[in-house]
């Protein structure tokens, strides 16, 4: 029997402009979501082609140094605070959280609503200081440099970044609260699907991390703009203050990155095993320990920066205890494959990229902790390498991995399979090859946010920016499936997965209210193979 | 382009050579478990392959191989960290026979100053096979200098002296780069590090344009600034004799008790407020923005320069900076005595703080 789209679902419960500005439906500020994240994501990875293009020639000669200070600037903001961070939470977490535990909305439909403004206003400011003249900061605003040094708009850009960070703390309240006041009967903290856990985790670092860097942040504008002595010795401060402020949220916030990436990876790998996640409760507090331990291992980011031989050890050693968590999750996601029955279809595809790519990410970040060797390779490309293998190998790969997942649920339609499998494929060649070759070029000692270099340099930055062309035909490609898939695609049906977790209980794609009848949650997540027949292959 | 391209930079410092090993070593274990995992994953996914008749094993987990995964890479965490910890402690603690060159960066330069009066700009130039301590600042935001083929990098700060090491085994010419993003030019605040055998070395300095040593530099601004009016052996001077001076603790007036090191030194040119010798009064006025950091270093090389005077303490009332805690109350005592000798004619016990 052909699945046919039902009557009425929350994309046609109303029309017009007001009813998408005003709504307060989780799923569409989700939709709402997905356009800015997409938006903004396209800005930022324009801004990486031209520095790519730009580092082709070892002599500066496409852009000024100003101008390629800005676009690194300007990178990193868009991709970090406008990107990375409301990413997966933002887009499907809110789709899926009051989903997956079993109610109708998140506790605080309004608060959402806010949030999703105050990302675009901060989004506006920081477009604002980009259009009217861009800031050569960095994303890490390290002081006294852009206290008291920079001409460029930098107050405007922090004013962005302190909006947004607001933006996601109301995320994280609203999902803590959600997860423990509105689970459905039956949905014990046990039962959880893991992508809950590891939002439900993201959301303490984003409500106890974030007003830290807002006020970091603030305390840099008053020395800007009123020349009150924080940072900058000339006029009183101290230097390294700013740096241990900045990570103390900036360390965590990778985490934010990374933990619903993850909880992606748990929900994809079972599905399409056919099997129960290996470990779950190890899997499920290993995200707990991934928040707990990212708090006190911020000074990493320092060991050259004129700290004590001592914290440095101190951080040195927290550092590996985060580490061991992450190695715990590769490992379960790794066994939750063995004697699976194994589909390799799209989602699946991103998920073992991720998988593979997020280890390198990982062990990579083993050579950053370890002191001797940090301070050759630190500021370097193999920095630049490192977090690029967590941030886009690890986290826009499981974003991309979940949007195909969820797809069918999020609109009703499939998108088409073999594009789909293709830009999964090119994506991962166009990515190992960008960034594979900043390793050597870090342990060569090219150092980061350089506009010209030495030229024995030349032939791995030729090959990362040759790379970088293939990986954005992969990130476009899926931008015209999935638009395509919009009028064309093959009606999904409920479960065209066949997983298991309430959101595919629901119709597709799901009512306003989420649920036809209130769940009762009577099962374990991933109860995979309980009486159930093989699916089709697709 | 240059085709015959390296992947391994140079080893020329002493530890070049060591923080490679541990760089192997990670290059092992992260290839290792790499593809552990890649293979895994990569095997199972084609060996478990959805077939009609394929059904999944339902497993739940296993306690033991979670310890198992727990504690493998605990191990081999702790083995790294130990190894980079090790290196670090080396790398952090310079040789007491080092020798001595200080630098200055700022946006967009390195400024380099040898104890023989040579200065240098974006180069520097060391001898082979001897330790050669560089202490820097910044005088405008933070740099970090970096020579990747010595494997060392030290983040340069504005407000405070910070160091790093190295002993150079291999004469040749190696990049210097500022590794801490510092506006506009910042891919051109960039130099060499030209290492030397120590004949050549001998040579390069003779042929050096110096106008005298850098402590005779400082003894020069010493007196240019009027340091000399304050800051005299005799009895009568108003701040602490600051014969040798360098490197002894300071008891304050607070009673605290601090190192007189480069950074005290130049805090107390700059800020001569923060901490004021104990017997001494804060009169001292603040040569911010007066006096250059490249002075200041000469200054300090100066002061450390100045050899211990055999004067009697007792009657030294300008040296209390030699005092060792046992001796303070004796010293109050005789403060005290001269305050009421000296009542009327001048303000109890006067002196600015040290330099």
Known sequence: MKPVMPERHYLNDNYGIRSWLFTKDHKRIAILYLFSVTFFFLIGGVFASLIRLHLLTPNGELFEADTYNKLFTMHGVNMVFFFLIPSVPAVLGNFLMPIMVGTKDLAF????????????????????????????????????????YLKTHVIMLAVGVIIAGFSSIFTGLNFIVTVHRMRAPGMTWGRLPLFVWSNYAASLIMILGTPVIAITLILLALERGFHIGIFDPKLGGDPVLFQHMFWFYSHPAVYIMILPGMGVISEIVPCFSRKRIFGYSFVAFSSIAIAVFGFVVWAHHMFVAGISVYSALVFSLLSYAVAIPSAVKVFNWTATMYKGSIEMSTPMLYAMAFIGLFTIGGLTGLFLAALGLDVHIHDTYFVIAHFHYVMVGGMVTAYLGGLHFWWPKMTGKMYPEPPAKLAALITFIGFNLTFFPQFILGYMGMPRRYWAYPPEFQVLNVLSSAGASILAVGFILPLLYFAWSLKYGEVAGDNPWHATGLEWETSSPPPTHNFHHMPIVTKEPYAYGEGEEVPVVH | MQLNFPIFPEQASSVAGQVDALYLFLVLIATFFSLLVAILILFFAIKYRRTPERKAEQIHGSTLL?????????????????????????????????????????????????????????????????????????????????????????????????????????????????????????????????????????????????????????????????????????????????????????????????????????????????????????????????????????????????????????????????????????????????????????????AGKKP
């Open chain 1, 109 to 148: 439909p309004k608060i959402n609503l806010l949030s999703w403004y105050l990302y675009m206003a901060g989004g506006t400011f920081s477009m604002a200081a980009m259009v009217s003249g861009g800031v050569d900061s960095g994303w890490t605003f390290y002081a006294p440099l852009s206290s008291g």
């Open chain 2, 66 to 350: 979670e310890i198992v995964w727990t504690v493998i890479p605990l191990g081999i965490s702790m083995v790294i960290f130990v190894w980079g910890a090790v290196l670090y402690y080396h790398m952090e603690r310079p040789p007491q026979n080092a020798l001595e060159i200080y630098g200055v960066g700022k946006q967009w330069m390195w400024k380099f100053q040898h104890p023989g009066g040579q200065r240098e700009i974006n180069a520097l130039h060391v001898p082979t096979g001897r330790p050669v301590k560089v202490t820097m600042i910044s005088q405008d935001v933070i740099h970090s200098f970096f020579v990747p083929a010595f494997r060392i990098k030290q983040d340069v700060l504005p407000n405070r002296y910070v160091f790093t090491w190295f002993t150079a085994t291999q004469p040749g010419t190696y990049h210097l780069f500022c590794s801490q993003y510092c506006g506009t030019k910042h891919s051109g605040m960039v130099g060499e590090v030209v290492a030397m055998n120590p004949d050549d070395y001998a040579t390069w300095l003779a042929s050096g344009k110096a106008e005298g040593s850098l402590a005779s530099l400082g003894e020069k601004a010493f007196q240019q600034y009027g340091c000399t009016t304050c800051h005299r052996p005799d009895s009568g001077a108003r701040g602490p004799n600051l014969e040798g001076l360098y490197g002894r603790p300071v008891r304050l007036t607070d009673n605290r008790v601090v190192l007189a090191d480069d950074n005290y030194i130049r805090e107390s040119i700059l800020e001569p407020n923060a901490k004021v010798v104990s017997g001494f009064q804060s009169i001292m006025p603040t040569f911010r923005g007066v006096v250059s950091e490249d002075e200041i270093i000469a200054i300090t090389e100066y002061i450390k320069h100045l050899a211990p005077q055999e004067a009697n303490p007792l009657n030294n009332r300008s040296a209390p900076t030699q005092i060792r805690d046992s001796e303070v109350p004796n010293i109050q005592r005789q403060n005290e005595q001269q305050q009421k000798t000296e009542q009327g004619k001048k303000p109890a016990n006067p």
